[in-house]
């Protein structure tokens, strides 16, 4: 395959007055992969190494989520997630896909199972990394450290803050360099970032929008599509105890632990998430293909 870059696979496409940007590669079955919410986030800033893997054997696409990366913002009547969900149902609709495997990392796993709530036809199977929404801390303080540092970013926007919040994402650090750092802090100052990524996350604990809203994670005993829930160990944003909640709700889950991993399970251990991910989104279901 040629080599994929930004700008080979980078598209737009407006979906009922709202822009989308994405990435797209591959032929095959639909895979849809959503990154998370971390300031100056992008989906190809989440996906980019991963995207040539999975574009061999599907049609991958990686959208900004709704007001991130050059994607519009719409309005929040509801908590993000819902929001993103119904916007990214939407997008499916432009893209003529009617149903997809989804890759959820984070705020995209919340927002992934959320469709599958909304519209459990549309969603074949999940693949969640460190996923939102679908438990809750049980041993550790709430808000995480990573939200804690995340915060402080959103309140005061400098290098050194950059820095502190992405330290709580990896376990090692050794993968943290200036060109990323530069880049995620480039992404996040640029007009517009901030405020709207304060709105997004507002969204989420704002006591109006949560009193007409049933928390994903009570809902988690119903759900019927098959989810694989992919974890590390090491996670400072949404820790480790949180998947085995997850775990134990889901019907239908399985779960797989990643030693000396933090949040960015797709970035840190990079081969194994992948090779652990094709295996389940290729498997043959019983009576049925995937």
């Not at 061999?56 to 819902?82: C, I, K, M, N, W």
């Not at 989804?102 to 469709?115: D, H, R, T, W």
């Not at 944003?237 to 239908?252: G, K, T």
Request: net charge negative.
């Amino acid at each position: 395959m040629t080599a994929l870059t930004h700008e080979s696979t980078r598209a737009t496409k407006d979906v009922d007055g709202l822009t989308f940007a994405y990435h797209e590669a591959g032929d095959g079955k639909p895979l849809i992969l959503l990154h998370g919410s971390g300031p100056g986030v992008s989906a190809w800033s989440n996906f980019r190494y991963n995207l040539p893997v999975f574009a061999e054997q599907f049609r991958t696409v990686a959208p900004d989520l709704p007001g991130f990366g050059g994607s519009g913002l719409p309005d929040l009547d509801e908590v993000y997630p819902v929001v993103a969900a119904r916007w990214i149902a939407r997008f499916m609709d432009e893209l003529g896909i009617e149903s997809a495997l989804f890759v959820g990392n984070s705020m995209g796993g919340a927002v992934a199972a959320e469709l599958a709530a909304l519209h459990p036809e549309r969603v074949r199977r999940l693949a969640l990394m460190g996923s939102g929404g679908l438990s809750v801390g049980l041993f550790n303080p709430d808000p995480s450290e990573g939200f804690v540092r995340l915060f402080e970013f959103l309140d005061d926007p400098t290098r050194e803050r950059m820095i502190a919040w992405v330290k709580t994402m990896v376990s090692d650090h050794r993968t943290i360099t200036d060109e990323l750092i530069d880049e995620r802090l480039d992404n996040a100052l640029r007009e517009g970032v901030i405020d709207r990524t304060r709105a997004i996350i507002g969204s989420m604990f704002d006591p109006r929008r949560r009193a007409s809203y049933t928390p994903l994670w009570t809902r988690a005993a119903a759900f019927a599509t098959p989810t694989l829930l992919l974890w590390g160990r090491d996670d400072r944003m949404l820790p480790y105890d949180q998947a085995h909640f997850a775990a134990r709700w889901l019907p239908d889950a399985e779960l797989h632990t990643f030693a000396r991993c933090g949040h960015w399970v797709q970035v840190e251990r990079k081969t194994e998430f992948e090779r652990v991910v094709l295996e389940f989104l290729t498997r043959k279901a019983s009576g049925s293909s995937p």
